[in-house]
């Protein structure tokens, strides 16, 4: 089961690189215990299951027509593989928009279509893909975008194939949802040759300065997810992600304290709510923090692990207009 992509790249060490063209990953029912995010080349045994989320991360070629990300039942080219998912964003239309579908015994379904692509030509994208127990669920650059129900049976899916107009740069398999409450698992990260590189998506991208700010121009909304990733520096003192609003109010604020080894959730008013679990944060580790915006409130999920909720209001989270994040780290990617 070996990753081929055929097309342009740019190889970098250790054939770490970004590819466009054709993809296609062999997936075997045996999981591992361990996850990652990997380049498209090499050899991984993966499959989707209920539960799981894969992740693609990737650039849009200014010139693109279209991709897709199949979700394969066998890697045959004659007869053609049965595809439970097909995801198929296309962008030379009038209109860009998606279009899923399923194809059984080489004959396509009725095929479902969204508008108002969440993806732009020129741009990097980050499209998690969450399987349920009904259907499957994508989010892009943290926005909930779409859910697609089975028709055929996950358990069949054992190919990953990425076709079309794409700058493939990292793929990732997390064994759990990292929302799912006491979590253990989590996608270790494949440090590079490279300082400059990013250890998590096995590409060259500058490092986030810190304290680093992002803006939030339509608030939070339900589905929505901010996703961080970095390195604790040698002597930590603390990390801090503080949402504020157009007022400049500070209505919900995530801190880590390395002096007591404390997370905390601290209200505008000062008051500190501290989250009952190991602390995770560790020096010269890397780090992948999870925010999801849910009806009621936000959920925390730490290098994998669920770590619960804080409850806000819907109105406040629609109010939020910028994410603040400063401490003892390096930052190689913020996604909002």
């Known amino acids: 089961m070996r990753v081929k ?9 250790g054939k770490l690189g970004r590819h466009s063209g054709q993809c296609l990953e062999k997936v075997s029912e045996n999981l591992e215990s361990q996850v ?3 380049s498209v080349e090499g050899e991984h045994r993966k499959q989707p299951q209920k539960g799981k989320m894969v992740t693609l991360q990737g650039v849009v070629p200014l010139d693109a027509r279209r991709f897709q990300v199949d979700f394969q039942c066998g890697c045959s080219v004659h007869p053609r593989p049965d595809i439970a998912i097909h995801f198929n964003p296309r962008f030379h ?25 969440g993806l732009q030509r020129g741009a990097s994208f980050l499209i998690l893909f969450l399987f349920g127990n009904e259907e499957m669920k994508v989010s892009v650059n943290g926005q909930h975008f779409l859910h697609y129900r089975y028709r055929l049976p996950l358990s069949r899916v054992d190919t990953l194939g990425i076709f079309g107009d794409i700058l493939v740069e990292a793929v ?4 759990i949802s990292p929302f799912a409450e006491g979590g ?9 040759p490279s300082p400059s590189m990013c250890p998590f998506s096995l590409i060259s991208v500058p490092l986030q300065e810190v304290p680093c700010s992002r803006a939030l121009p339509k608030g939070l909304w339900p589905g929505q997810v901010i996703v961080l990733r970095g390195l604790v520096l040698p002597e930590p003192k603390d990390l801090t992600l503080s949402l504020r609003d157009e007022a400049a109010h500070v209505p919900v604020t995530l801190r880590a304290s390395f002096a ?9 008013w000062g008051c500190k709510k501290l989250i009952s679990a190991p602390f995770l944060f560790y020096p010269r580790r890397f780090f992948e923090v999870l925010l999801l915006c849910q009806e009621g409130g936000l959920k925390l999920a730490l290098n994998g692990q669920g770590l619960g909720a804080t409850g806000v209001h819907r109105q406040v989270l629609e109010q939020l207009r910028e994410l603040r994040i400063s401490g003892s780290v390096q930052l190689h990617c913020v996604h909002c």
Not at 5 to 13: F, I, L
Not at 184 to 192: A, H, K, L, T
Request: aromatic share 14%; net charge positive; with cysteine.
């Open 184 to 192: 253990i698992e989590y996608p270790v990260g494949y440090p590079s």
């Open 93 to 117: 239309t009038t209109k860009p928009h998606v279009i899923c579908n399923t194809l059984y015994l080489e004959r396509w379904q009725a095929e479902a279509r969204w508008p108002r692509l």
């Open 260 to 268: 007591d080894r404390t997370l905390a959730w601290i209200a505008p």
């Open 5 to 13: 992509c055929a097309g342009n790249s740019r190889e970098g060490k």
């Open 36 to 38: 990652g995010f990997h």
């Open 172 to 175: 990732g398999f997390l064994n």
